[in-house]
């Protein structure tokens, strides 16, 4: 996909340019305001990542631009300023979705493969993997033929995982899609689900499907 | 400017009260003056007809003595009138038909006819600069006569324009007076005023020790001193708890930002596996995860601390954030061996929004779990609604090891950790925020939050929240069954 990113801080710029590529996703990154705007205007992306503090035009100002010129291509926010109040602002200001900083790559994509999808494809009725197969419709959830029975929980984690499989999810991502908001305590609530759904996924597969990747979250073996 | 500087004086207390002060002055002076000079004139006026009513008698005797010589009656008339105190005073006697009989004393008078009026209860009146009294003389051996009785009535004048002359006198010297007597009155009634003034222009937010002056006695300006030293000690106290906050945040900043550096020191010292390098970085990744959840936290204490958490107009079902929760939490507890008991969860509409008051509950919830026995117990969830008091009440509740007395006044501060050894996982990242964050949640919507423990049972955590007051029929439904106790 062809990745807008305006973000005048360098460090963090580069960081997503990078996290992008190796997403294989193509990234044009723009460091001011002003020629941010230019880029949208001329040429075609999927998606646009907009921080707000920039230099020459702010992202509010710039995303009212964007929306005036009647380009509606998919924008995340990604800001420092994280209350609930400024996140309601981004969203009623035409945003699709808003980052608070510091955020973690991992749902950056997460979240630009989701805007996207939002923006073009229908939701899928089932959920395929080389050994899971997932339906969302009667909720049955099979690996390498057999069928295993989850709870609802754990079955929002798998679906989850299954729809970025390959992808890291974060425990913040599955916190929020499982209880509206993230848990950021000491205890890992997730933790538990997770062992639990590996034992169960055992029962159908040798291999492990779900890894755990150190201070990052999980991911489901794609292939 | 100059002409600035008269505009501030103008707008001066001081100017004000002496400006009123005059105005006040002068009417009472102009009420008062006119009020004695009215009853002084009505005085003079009844001594005069005194006078008057006081001659009919011996002129009377003259005309009953000399009758009918009308020319001694004249004689003796003119006599009274030259020893008479008033000015041209004159006395007459007329017939029933009005025809003059005699005359006596000043003789110039000629009064119009109409003021000879026939009347059976005599009156003074005034013909100006004359007074004169009518009196009907009815005696048996005498023709039915008039008498007219009068005099100048200038010497009155004379007097009540001399009482004018001295009280204008006396009044424009109270009217100079007043103004001066008014400044230094004001100036005395906002000298301490000034102080305060200048106390005040003095403070500074670095050096806030100095206090107003109490002078004792105890009037309004006292009382201002009094309020605004009260205020003083608030704002002082405010100012140090929040020093005492940034400084305890960069202290528990500091360690996780430690950890990060010595993790990424240890990765650049030399030449790793990739494998040494990912188990290294997943330890920054780490850090950096109880970084931001720190910050997070932080700010939601800012927000409170600025008065912007209980702002919204939202509402939340508490109940369903209660369910949730114990969603959330329950196979952790279960892995615990924690019981988690949790009664009927009633419809409670409360303000305040979602994200926060999971905070509260969660955070409760977390803590309940934590500090459960090793051996399991049982945690209990009560939320109950008080439609009469408008309020639910929310009860969690284990059966830990309690807290220590002298911990439990302490338990809500920031950055408080209790008995570390009391924790079933005492991990090094706890901070010490989250009863804090409850608390300020809680008193941000209105509510309160309580505990009450004992050593070796448990400890029990309340939380009342005023009922929000619509409730609407929309949130009726009951939770989502998807979300029901793993």
């Keep these: 996909m062809e990745i807008l990113v305006i973000e005048d801080d360098p460090v963090i710029g580069k960081a997503v340019q990078m996290g992008?590529?190796?997403?294989?996703?193509?990234?044009?990154?723009?460091?001011?305001?002003?020629?941010?705007?230019?880029?949208?205007?001329?040429?075609?992306?999927?998606?646009?990542?907009?921080?707000?503090?920039?230099?020459?035009?702010?992202g509010f100002s710039l995303?009212?631009?964007?929306?005036?010129?009647?380009?509606?291509?998919?924008v995340i926010v990604l800001t420092a300023l994280g209350s609930v109040s400024d996140k309601v602002a981004g969203l009623t200001k035409g945003a699709d979705d808003y980052l608070v900083k510091p955020f973690e790559m991992a749902e950056l994509l997460a979240r630009i493969d989701a805007v996207c999808r939002r923006a073009t494809l229908k939701p899928a009725a089932s959920l395929q993997t080389a050994e899971l197969s997932l339906?969302?419709?009667?909720?049955?959830?099979?690996?390498?033929?057999?069928?295993?029975?989850?709870?609802?929980?754990?079955?929002?984690?798998?679906?989850?995982?299954?729809?970025?499989a390959g992808q890291v999810v974060t425990r913040k991502m599955l916190c929020e899609n499982l209880w509206e908001s993230d848990w950021e305590g000491t205890t890992n609530v997730i933790e538990v689900h997770i062992n639990r759904l590996r034992t169960k996924l055992q029962k159908g597969s040798k291999e492990p499907l779900i890894q755990t990747i150190r201070g990052r979250g999980y991911a489901l073996r794609a292939l | 400017m100059l002409s600035e500087r008269f505009k501030n004086l103008l707008a001066t207390i001081r100017f004000r009260l002496v400006l009123w002060m005059i105005v006040v002055v002068f009417v009472l002076v102009a009420v008062a003056m006119f009020g004695v000079r009215q009853l002084y004139r009505a005085r003079l006026l009844s001594d005069f007809d005194r006078g008057l009513r006081g001659d009919i008698e011996p002129v009377a005797k003259e005309i009953r003595d000399g009758f009918p010589d009308w020319g001694r009656?004249?004689?003796?008339?003119?006599?009274?009138?030259?020893?008479?105190?008033?000015?041209?005073?004159?006395?007459?006697?007329?017939?029933d038909a009005g025809k003059k009989l005699a005359a006596g004393g000043f003789r110039d008078f000629q009064p119009p006819l109409r003021a000879f009026a026939r009347s059976?209860?005599?009156?003074?009146?005034?013909?100006l600069p004359y007074r004169l009294i009518v009196a009907r003389l009815e005696e048996p051996n005498l023709p039915p006569l008039y008498l007219r009785i009068g005099g100048n009535r200038q010497s009155l004048e004379d007097d009540l324009r001399l009482l004018d002359r001295t009280m204008m006198a006396r009044s424009l010297a109270i009217l100079l007076l007043a103004p001066l007597g008014g400044y230094i009155l004001a100036l005395r009634a906002t000298r301490p005023i000034a102080k305060i003034i200048a106390t005040a222009a003095r403070l500074e937010p670095s050096r806030l020790q100095e206090?107003?002056?109490?002078?004792?006695?105890?009037?309004?300006?006292?009382?201002?001193?009094?309020?605004?030293?009260?205020?003083?000690?608030?704002?002082?106290?405010?100012?140090?708890?929040?020093?005492?906050?940034?400084?305890?945040?960069?202290?528990?900043?500091?360690?996780?930002?430690?950890?990060?550096?010595?993790?990424?020191?240890?990765?650049?010292?030399?030449?790793?596996?990739?494998?040494?390098?990912?188990?290294?970085?997943?330890?920054?990744?780490?850090?950096?995860?109880?970084?931001?959840?720190l910050v997070?936290?932080?700010?939601?204490?800012?927000?409170?601390?600025?008065?912007r958490l209980g702002a919204r107009r939202q509402t939340a079902r508490l109940d369903k954030i209660v369910h949730e929760s114990l969603d959330m939490f329950g196979a952790v507890a279960e892995l615990h061996e924690v019981r988690l008991q949790a009664g009927a969860l009633p419809e409670a509409l409360v303000p305040g929004d979602e994200f926060h008051l999971r905070q509260v509950v969660r955070n409760l919830l977390d803590?309940?779990?934590?500090?459960?026995?090793?051996?399991?117990?049982?945690?209990?969830?009560?939320?109950?609604?008080?439609?009469?008091?408008?309020?639910?009440?929310?009860?969690?509740?284990?059966?830990?090891?309690?807290?220590?007395?002298?911990?439990?006044?302490?338990?809500?501060?920031?950055?408080?950790?209790?008995?570390?050894?009391?924790?079933?996982?005492?991990?090094?990242?706890?901070?010490?925020?989250?009863?804090?964050i409850c608390q300020t949640i809680v008193q941000a919507l209105e509510g309160a939050i309580t505990v009450g423990s004992r050593v070796g049972q448990g400890s029990t955590f309340t939380v009342v929240l005023p009922l929000a007051v619509e409730q609407p029929l929309a949130s009726a439904a009951p939770p989502d069954p998807a979300a029901s106790v793993a």
């Design chain 1, 20 to 58: 992008l590529n190796e997403a294989s996703h193509a990234c044009t990154w723009v460091r001011e305001g002003p020629a941010g705007l230019d880029q949208a205007l001329t040429q075609k992306y999927e998606a646009i990542v907009l921080d707000l503090l920039l230099p020459g035009e702010h």
């Design chain 1, 63 to 74: 995303l009212g631009k964007l929306r005036g010129r009647g380009i509606k291509t998919p």
């Design chain 1, 135 to 164: 339906d969302l419709a009667t909720r049955r959830v099979s690996c390498g033929g057999t069928e295993i029975d989850l709870t609802p929980t754990e079955f929002s984690i798998l679906e989850m995982l299954m729809r970025h």
């Design chain 2, 73 to 95: 009656i004249e004689q003796n008339l003119t006599k009274i009138a030259l020893a008479h105190p008033v000015q041209a005073w004159f006395a007459e006697v007329y017939d």
């Design chain 2, 120 to 127: 059976e209860s005599p009156q003074p009146h005034d013909l």
């Design chain 2, 211 to 293: 206090r107003l002056p109490i002078r004792g006695t105890g009037d309004e300006l006292d009382q201002l001193s009094q309020t605004i030293n009260g205020m003083l000690d608030r704002i002082a106290d405010y100012i140090d708890s929040n020093r005492e906050f940034v400084a305890n945040a960069a202290h528990e900043l500091r360690s996780p930002l430690t950890a990060i550096r010595s993790s990424v020191e240890v990765a650049l010292n030399r030449q790793r596996s990739p494998e040494e390098y990912g188990t290294l970085l997943g330890e920054v990744m780490e850090e950096c995860q109880y970084l931001s959840n």
């Design chain 2, 296 to 307: 997070n936290r932080l700010l939601i204490l800012a927000e409170g601390d600025a008065g």
């Design chain 2, 367 to 436: 803590n309940a779990i934590k500090f459960s026995p090793p051996q399991g117990g049982t945690v209990t969830v009560l939320l109950r609604t008080d439609p009469a008091r408008r309020r639910a009440v929310l009860t969690i509740q284990d059966q830990g090891a309690g807290i220590a007395p002298a911990d439990l006044p302490h338990i809500f501060e920031r950055f408080f950790r209790g008995d570390k050894a009391r924790q079933r996982h005492p991990g090094r990242h706890s901070s010490g925020l989250g009863l804090s």
